[in-house]
């Protein structure tokens, strides 16, 4: 059984963080402790005694002060109960007046004995000399308090040691001995020589009412708070929980009192300086009283005073967390970022990246920084392409291409859009879309692109651009990545046999969330990024090849990934080698080939450290041909996989321990893959076959874990369109 309190207070939070009150002295001032239960074998410190100067050993006459302790501190040894700090040292100071115990208390609602401040003194300036880290003095008076404990108390509070008091029990009294809407004068007297560092307890039952009994906040709300004092577990007799039968049930006879209130305070300032060694007693007291459940009128008030004891939100982190050892920010709501493409599903890994945050009182907390992070959502690619409403124009006058297109959005105002790029365009115009195309010179020619990829263009110069597929592309197009190319520029001089064609192109990522359509959603951010390449083709026989490399520059994005600050944002360098090759078959027919590989270096910064390295590949295999099905047709078959790293991650220079001892904080290497379980196959089937002055096409596709999520239903679908001249 556990104490009453314990779950209406969330200390189990503060037991599954490994507090217990070990190592902790708690001073308890009262009637004396039974030395000889088994709640507090071996934690009785040896300075616990007599305060009153008479002498007497170690006992309790009226049993409140064991009773009070067990609250506090009785020992969790699977029998009966257990106190909130279960394995604090209890420095047990018998200030009872001898002889004044003349009934033992068995439920009453407060000690049966006279207690002088002198003695409460003794007993206060013997607990800060023994480092008692908190004092509980469940007693009250009508008067104040005397000059020599107000200075004890004084002394105490500068030391840093918590007092709680009880608020008085005078709620319910017909002629209370002092104002029952106020803590007894004994509690103002402390709190008045407390420094801040002094708490006084009133009472609530389990449904977080306050106690009839109770004395309320009153004019010392500010510093009050209310804490489990009614139907509090339980009298013992012979060293265990008393049961007795009536009417053929059994019962249990339980304690009511602001007195059992205190020690649950007690407790929970026990549990935070072990687990918190850092915490002045101060800052404890802050705590607890700023994590208190509201109750009664909103915010502090004169019943409940400052709220109900929490536990579990005072051991959360308070204030603003950073990394331990620097200053870098860490909300723990998450948002570490959003991965990109390429990384599918790694952001739902459950692999851990574990470090240490320190929170606005400097407590320690282990956090897993890749918890935050979001998946991109896998890129939708045929609505783009159906939606388009625009009118492809295309002109060509001698070695001059150039080709656009422009739709009408914006109220009707007309604005330069790319081109789709389907096989029946390709067929009219022989160029890119949304460029100009011309020879300089017999061998050589170049490509100037308006929000086009070089990527494209390249494959133009060269002869090798692929067939009319909407969903499935080809490898060496692919940057993995949603960006936005703003412009781009390419040229070919042809080398005898061998074409050198070099491209450069700049733009923005773009970084979208999970979920929704990827076409309709708006983009969070753009985020810079510039790459050059150079690329080598050479027909042999009827085949013809080309190999090529892309250096790519990425201001705060990383493969198209945007992480948080803490893990770092200072972008990324990428080296691209790809090639492809189409052979010509029988007849028509014709076999196509792309690969890609690549390697993504993040830049250092933040927790990165230059050993963040990303490998990523591509491929696409396709086959075509013409007057297949139709005269001039055209039919094509592609299988792909988009760009997809495979292997690597981010290394992060993190925090991994904390010592309180000395403030230090040791860092370590943590790695966190970005490589996705899932990998995306797509295929599809793409025919095209003039009509009347048009093209008729239409593509049907199959994609498989698309997004590169594992276990992500399939992607199916079909499309078909109609395009006209005019």
Request: proline share 3%; aromatic share 8%.
């Amino acid at each position: 059984m556990r104490s009453a309190g314990l779950g209406l207070h969330n200390a189990a939070t503060a037991y599954r963080a490994g507090a217990s009150g070990r190592g902790v002295t708690v001073g308890v001032i009262d009637s004396g402790i039974d030395p000889n239960s088994h709640e507090f074998v071996g934690r009785i410190h040896a300075q616990s005694g007599d305060v009153t100067g008479a002498g007497r050993p170690l006992g309790d006459d009226d049993g409140h002060g064991t009773e009070v302790t067990r609250v506090l501190a009785a020992a969790k040894d699977d029998r009966d109960v257990h106190g909130v700090a279960f394995n604090a040292t209890i420095l047990a100071l018998r200030a009872d007046q001898a002889g004044s115990c003349n009934t033992p208390a068995t439920g009453d609602d407060s000690a049966a004995c006279s207690f002088f401040d002198s003695a409460i003194a003794a007993g206060v300036n013997r607990a800060v000399d023994n480092g008692a880290r908190v004092i509980n003095i469940s007693l009250g008076s009508a008067g104040g308090a005397s000059s020599l404990l107000r200075s004890a108390i004084n002394r105490a509070t500068v030391a840093g040691t918590v007092i709680i008091v009880s608020a008085g029990n005078e709620g319910n009294n017909t002629a209370p001995a002092f104002d029952p809407n106020n803590p007894s004068p004994f509690a103002q007297a402390l709190l008045a020589s407390g420094n801040g560092l002094v708490i006084i307890a009133t009472s609530v039952d389990d449904n977080n009412v306050i106690s009839n009994f109770s004395n309320k906040a009153g004019v010392a709300q500010n510093s009050v708070l209310s804490a489990m004092g009614q139907g509090v577990c339980c009298e013992y007799r012979n060293d265990t929980i008393y049961r007795f039968v009536e009417n053929g049930q059994t019962f249990v006879r339980v304690f009511n009192g602001t007195s059992f209130a205190a020690p649950q305070i007690s407790g929970a300032v026990a549990l935070l300086a072990q687990a918190f060694p850092n915490l002045t007693g101060a800052q404890i007291v802050n705590l607890l009283l700023s994590s208190a459940r509201d109750a009664g009128a909103a915010g502090t008030d004169a019943m409940y005073g400052r709220g109900i004891l929490d536990i579990g939100r005072a051991f959360a982190p308070a204030g603003t967390t950073s990394l331990a050892g620097t200053t870098m920010a860490v909300p723990l709501s998450g948002n570490g970022g959003t991965t990109s493409v390429p990384m599918g599903d790694a952001a739902l890994s459950n692999s851990p990246l574990n470090a240490v945050v320190l929170d606005s009182y400097g407590r320690a907390y282990d956090i897993n920084m890749a918890e935050g992070l979001t998946a991109s959502a896998a890129r939708m690619r045929l609505t783009p392409a159906l939606v388009d409403q625009g009118r492809a124009v295309s002109l060509s006058r001698g070695t001059t291409e150039l080709a656009f297109s422009i739709s009408a959005h914006n109220g009707g105002n007309a604005q330069l859009t790319p081109l789709a790029l389907s096989h029946g365009q390709q067929y009219q115009a022989r160029i890119l879309a949304g460029r100009i195309s011309a020879a300089i010179a017999r061998d050589t020619r170049f490509s100037l692109g308006i929000r086009q990829a070089a990527a494209g263009q390249v494959a133009a110069l060269q002869g090798m651009s692929g067939g009319a597929f909407l969903t499935a592309t080809d490898a060496r197009m692919d940057s993995g990545f949603e960006r936005a190319p703003d412009q781009s520029f390419a040229m070919r001089h042809q080398l005898g046999r061998f074409g050198l064609t070099g491209s450069v192109e700049a733009g923005a990522a773009h970084v979208f969330a999970r979920g929704g359509a990827a076409f309709s959603r708006k983009t969070l951010n753009r985020y810079p990024y510039a790459a050059v390449g150079l690329g080598v083709d050479r027909p042999i026989g009827a085949a013809k090849f080309a190999l090529g490399a892309n250096w790519m520059r990425e201001d705060e994005t990383i493969l198209g990934a945007r992480f948080a600050n803490f893990i770092g944002h200072n972008g990324a360098h990428s080296m691209f080698v790809d090639g492809r090759g189409d052979v010509k078959l029988v007849g028509s027919w014709s076999l196509g080939a792309s690969w890609r590989q690549g390697w993504t270096y993040a830049n250092a910064g933040g927790s990165l450290t230059g050993q963040s390295v990303l490998h990523s590949n591509a491929f696409s295999i396709d086959v075509s041909g013409s007057d297949v099905l139709a005269h001039n047709d055209r039919i094509a078959f592609r299988i792909a996989q988009p760009l997809r790293v495979t292997r690597g991650g981010l290394a992060l220079n993190v925090p991994v321990a904390y010592d309180y001892a000395t403030l230090g904080t040791t860092f370590g290497i943590r790695r966190f893959s970005l490589a996705p379980k899932g990998q995306e196959i797509a295929s599809e089937l793409a025919w095209s076959v003039p009509t009347h002055g048009g093209y008729f096409s239409s593509n049907l596709f199959w994609r498989t874990e698309p997004g590169h999520f594992d276990n992500a239903p399939n992607d199916v679908g079909v499309a078909f369109r109609l395009q006209f001249d005019f």
